[in-house]
């Protein structure tokens, strides 16, 4: 019972250009909706993240939307550079206090931005 | 400021046999998870270590345990392995008290068991 699903397993988009990756989730328990993203041989980093009471938010060249009644999020990407190349992991969790996150991750889109 | 450090990276075990994954954490951070990631797969839960003492658990059977000490650094065992188990052990840390970027957890390079 997967609860939080990327459906692309890979997107390709030139530079410059835009790149949105796409997630869905199940579980209405989710309040926080975040973007990882993994380099070959490298942990995950945080990329971003937005509240459920929130429908987006904005960090430089990354923007991530929340439609909660679609229980959809989007992760866009404006410019695309070659060094965003990247696995995308999306992930949520259920806001218990503190920073003790218990994260559902998807399973990742792998994007490649091509020069 | 030294972040996440795991070891080994990489180790080859066989079925019935044991493995103990090492993990210390980023300077300052006083709580560890676990994620499995497997082939194709997202990270995937395991348990999380606090003052010690196991804090959340994922669904994962009784043969994955761990271990966290005075330091903070933290030890995942898995007994009586399991192809199944084949797989990148990621470990993260945060700390609890303080919520920066809702989230945010720092991860290690992992370490990659190949159960044959």
């Known amino acids: ?115 | 400021d030294a972040g996440v450090t795991q070891s080994p990276t990489h180790l080859i075990k066989t079925r019935g046999q044991q493995v103990t994954l090492r993990c210390s954490p980023k300077s300052g951070h006083d709580t560890v998870s676990w994620y499995q990631q497997a082939l194709g797969q997202g990270p995937q839960f395991i348990f999380q270590y606090y003052e010690e003492e196991e804090r959340q658990r994922g669904n994962f059977p009784d043969r994955f345990s761990g271990h966290q000490f005075p330091n903070y650094s933290s030890e995942l065992n898995v007994n009586a392995l399991l192809l199944g188990d084949s797989a990148l052990y990621l470990c993260a840390s945060s700390f609890r008290g303080v919520v920066g970027r809702a989230g945010e957890l720092f991860f290690g390079e992992g370490s990659r068991l190949t159960v044959l």
């Not at chain 1, 503190?98 to 399973?107: D, V």
């Open chain 1, 1 to 115: 019972d997967q609860q939080v699903k990327q459906n692309s397993p890979s997107l390709s988009v030139q530079e410059g250009r835009i790149s949105i990756l796409n997630c869905d989730y199940t579980n209405s328990m989710f309040d926080y909706f975040l973007w990882y993203k993994k380099y070959p041989a490298e942990g995950p980093t945080f990329l971003i993240s937005i509240s459920s009471i929130k429908d987006k938010n904005e960090d430089g060249r990354f923007t991530v939307f929340l439609n909660k009644s679609a229980k959809h999020l989007s992760l866009h990407i404006v410019p695309s550079q070659p060094g965003d190349s990247a696995v995308y992991f999306c992930a949520a969790f259920v806001n218990s206090g503190g920073s003790n996150y218990k994260l559902t991750f998807g399973k990742g889109t792998l994007l490649t931005v091509n020069p």
